[in-house]
């Protein structure tokens, strides 16, 4: 098993751009989210779902769109990059809910300019 | 919301030294505490969780204590080893399928020699 993969591993934007975060499990999991990681503060929920075709927000989902057409895949979309979009993305994936083990990608770093 | 605060932001141990970090949490609906260990350049990895209905949990050098009451949960690594030098988080979640995880800002540990 692959676990969870993320592509790409290191993306540049420049502001205005769009683009999509790839997210893909093998392990059947039902609950996806994606998070960024900032200096100093944590990991913060953008957006997560918790089975196909259901998704919602979490702390910090403005400026980015989600889908859930799959179980395996959930991308994470940029709709006009900014800065302060500039970040570590992570995704990952839990058996059933936030309250069971997350596994992780590998993360994809982004920089806007 | 949840609302997950960690300290201390850095410690540094010598080898064989013990470590312990803090975390606090806002919801007393949380029933769910992981710590995740994050190495350079890689995801977040579980590497202990508790269940509110535990107060304490040990595996080989690692143990993690829970007091409901108080809304506190700490990370105990004792005869600290070099590889244990890495970022580690807490994160608190309720349990339902449409629960989420939040993560405190993080500690990075540093064991020196």
């Known amino acids: 098993n692959a676990g969870v993969t993320q592509t790409p591993k290191f993306q540049v934007l420049k502001t205005g751009q769009s683009m999509t975060l790839q997210c893909a499990q093998d392990?059947?999991?039902?609950?996806m989210s994606w998070y960024r990681q900032d200096p100093g503060m944590g990991l913060r929920l953008i957006h997560y779902?918790?089975?196909?075709?259901?998704?919602d927000q979490g702390e910090v989902p403005n400026g980015y769109n989600v889908s859930r057409s799959t179980t395996e895949d959930f991308p994470l979309r940029l709709l006009s990059a900014a800065p302060s979009q500039t970040s570590v993305y992570f995704c990952?994936?839990?058996?059933?809910?936030?309250?069971?083990?997350?596994?992780f990608g590998q993360g994809t770093r982004l920089t806007v300019v | 919301g949840e609302n997950v605060e960690q300290h201390p932001s850095t410690l540094s141990v010598q080898e064989g030294d013990s470590a312990v970090i803090k975390c606090t949490y806002s919801?007393?609906?949380?029933?769910?505490f992981p710590w995740y260990k994050q190495e350079l350049g890689k995801g977040p990895q579980l590497i202990i969780d508790?269940?509110?209905?535990?107060g304490e949990k040990k595996d080989q050098r690692i143990a993690v204590t829970l007091n409901k009451t108080a809304k506190h949960f700490s990370l105990h690594i004792t005869e600290t080893q070099p590889e244990d030098s890495a970022v580690y988080f807490c994160?608190?979640?309720?349990?339902?399928?449409?629960?989420?995880?939040?993560f405190g800002t993080g500690t990075r540990l540093q064991v020196t020699l």
């Open positions: 990952a994936s839990t058996p059933q809910g936030a309250g069971t083990e997350a596994f």
């Open positions: 392990m059947n999991h039902e609950y």
């Open positions: 779902s918790v089975g196909a075709g259901i998704t």
């Open positions: 919801d007393s609906a949380s029933n769910y």
């Open positions: 508790i269940r509110s209905n535990v």
């Open positions: 994160a608190a979640s309720g349990s339902g399928t449409a629960s989420k995880l939040t």
